[in-house]
């Protein structure tokens, strides 16, 4: 059903983890891996008159070095399971933009990325990279939340129920 996967990362372990599932999904589709890492973009142009130029490339370094690790990793992830990968680095303030261009420009016929789950008021003020991608890309979105995640919720709710109730 699916040849071609998108799978965006932030580095964090839940993407780490979204990572090791996305393969598995891959390997039993027999599909491929495009692995995403959008770098933040560093505005030289006007952060020079405020911070040093020293500063501003090892800034563009270090973010050189997270692409190299966090791409790294999925790419291993896929060669252990027999899964075909490119690895993609794309600079960009805005990664829920990068993501969809990237599944347009790539012929991916599915993205698959994770969910921070942050609280509704976390993700009103912040935004949500994810939901941005659900409700601009024109490719199907899978959201992979792992069993922890609801086990953690569910475990809030039952306590909160045990609240009301004393």
Request: charged content about 25%; proline content about 4%.
């Amino acid at each position: 059903m699916f040849q071609h996967i998108l799978l965006p990362t932030d580095g964090s372990q839940l993407s780490r983890d979204t990572a090791e599932r996305a393969v598995a999904f891959a390997k039993a589709a027999n599909a491929t891996i495009t692995a995403l890492y959008a770098k933040p973009v560093g505005h030289t142009e006007n952060d020079g008159d405020l911070v040093e130029p020293v500063v501003l490339e090892r800034l563009a370094t270090g973010s050189e070095g997270k692409s190299k690790e966090y791409l790294g990793f999925i790419k291993k992830l896929c060669k252990d399971a027999g899964v075909e990968c490119t690895a993609l680095s794309v600079v960009s303030d805005t990664p829920w933009e990068a993501i969809v261009n990237v599944a347009d420009d790539h012929n991916c016929d599915l993205i698959f990325m994770s969910k921070h789950g942050r609280g509704s008021l976390s993700s009103l003020l912040l935004g949500s990279e994810t939901y941005r991608v659900l409700t601009h890309s024109s490719v199907p979105v899978l959201v992979y939340r792992p069993p922890e995640v609801d086990a953690s919720r569910r475990k809030a709710k039952e306590k909160a129920k045990e609240k009301k109730r004393a």
